[in-house]
């Protein structure tokens, strides 16, 4: 019942803070400016907690890298996981009360209401975790690292990561634009079997609406869908037990396939894009509606890989143009949960970089 009371109690906290609907949404220029506004004062003011002994004292000996604020081409801004592991930042075991209080600050500035909610839920089934396995790295609720690259601003680019067991967001800002990916989800269990929390999906959209979409598709378009009967391990896109030379080969090794979403009938486009809306919708509607825009749907190719039998392994993915997205529970006998929204073009914020620097030296 303490997990309980605990995950509702966050519920409630975030309910508070809760970001523009879509329909009180203003122009897209309009609510961009803002949001960058907003996650520069959210920033700057966590920032300013920090200073001179508070930070190096907080620091020592808890931090991959012993500093919580980094340059913003740090080798360390791409160094991405999302398993138990030393990390750069300061964690939330280390955090005063207050920044505690300015970290989610700082989150609600980024993520909708279920998107936050889903992140805080992932780092309170990590205490279950913990609590029924007592080996490797510590983990649990307080494992979880926030860092900045650059400084917060609204005239230069800077980037920070909330990152922790299965939670890695990368955020980038530019002036009057910014980019969430990678982004990654998961959890493990990804269906609590025992105890008060039994049932307990974070991620069950992600998964349902998917094996909705499969099990509707007719035998032949089940032919092109259904890639393989054996689901893979973990998501392609990691860079988990690779060299740094490999991280960003997925870019190209990575490509569409199975199902095109123009080839479905309606009734399965309707499926691919609730899928969509449910991956950006994670993000505030103002960072939501813009990625939704830029998406076209029709273009998109749906592969799946294992079985469609809910807990059974498998895995989809769902990938074109500059969109892809990868679910995959295999691990622990498909009760283990790994999803990532990646993009080629604009992961770590390659693109909006690019403009900026391409303007600025005009």
Not at 123 to 141: H, I, K, T
Not at 274 to 282: A, F, K, T
Not at 309 to 319: N, P, V
Not at 339 to 349: C, I, L
Request: charged content about 25%; glycine content about 4%.
């Amino acid at each position: 019942m303490m997990m309980i009371r605990k995950i509702f109690a966050w519920t409630a906290f975030l309910c508070l803070a809760s970001p523009l609907s879509f329909a009180q949404q203003p122009s897209m220029a309009d609510s961009q400016v803002r949001v960058t506004e907003e996650m520069v004062a959210a920033a700057s003011a966590l920032l300013a907690t920090m200073d001179g002994e508070v930070r190096r004292q907080q620091m020592l000996g808890i931090s991959k890298t012993g500093e919580l604020q980094m340059p913003l081409d740090d080798e360390a801004r791409r160094d991405w996981s999302y398993w138990p592991r030393p990390r750069s930042g300061l964690s939330i075991e280390y955090m005063t009360t207050e920044q505690r209080k300015l970290t989610h600050d700082l989150l609600s500035t980024l993520l909708s209401d279920e998107g936050h909610m889903t992140v805080v839920h992932i780092m309170q089934l990590d205490e279950v975790l913990w609590s029924l396995e007592d080996v490797g790295l510590p983990r649990g609720a307080e494992k979880y690292f926030l860092s900045f690259f650059g400084t917060p601003s609204l005239d230069t680019p800077w980037a920070w990561r909330y990152e922790g067991h299965h939670v890695s967001l990368s955020i980038t800002v530019a002036p009057d634009n910014l980019t969430v990916t990678p982004s990654f989800f998961g959890a493990d269990p990804s269906e609590t079997q025992v105890g008060p929390l039994a049932g307990f999906r974070p991620l069950r959209d992600e998964e349902d609406i998917a094996r909705e979409l499969v099990r509707s598709l007719t035998p032949s378009q089940r032919e092109i869908a259904v890639v393989s009967d054996v689901a893979p391990n973990d998501i392609f896109s990691t860079n988990a037990n690779k060299d740094k030379a490999e991280w960003e080969a997925w870019r190209n090794s990575l490509q569409p396939a199975g199902l095109k979403v123009a080839d479905m009938h309606e009734s399965q486009k309707i499926l691919a894009n609730r899928l969509v809306d449910e991956i950006v919708e994670r993000y505030r509607p103002e960072i939501a509606e813009a990625y939704r825009q830029s998406i076209d749907v029709d273009e998109l190719s749906f592969a799946w890989m294992g079985s469609i039998q809910r807990r059974d392994k498998h895995y989809y993915r769902l990938q074109g143009g500059d969109f892809m997205f990868e679910l995959d529970n295999a691990q622990d006998n498909g009760n283990h949960i790994h999803s990532v929204w990646r993009n080629p073009a604009e992961d770590f914020g390659d693109d909006i970089l690019a403009e900026h620097y391409q303007l600025s030296h005009r």
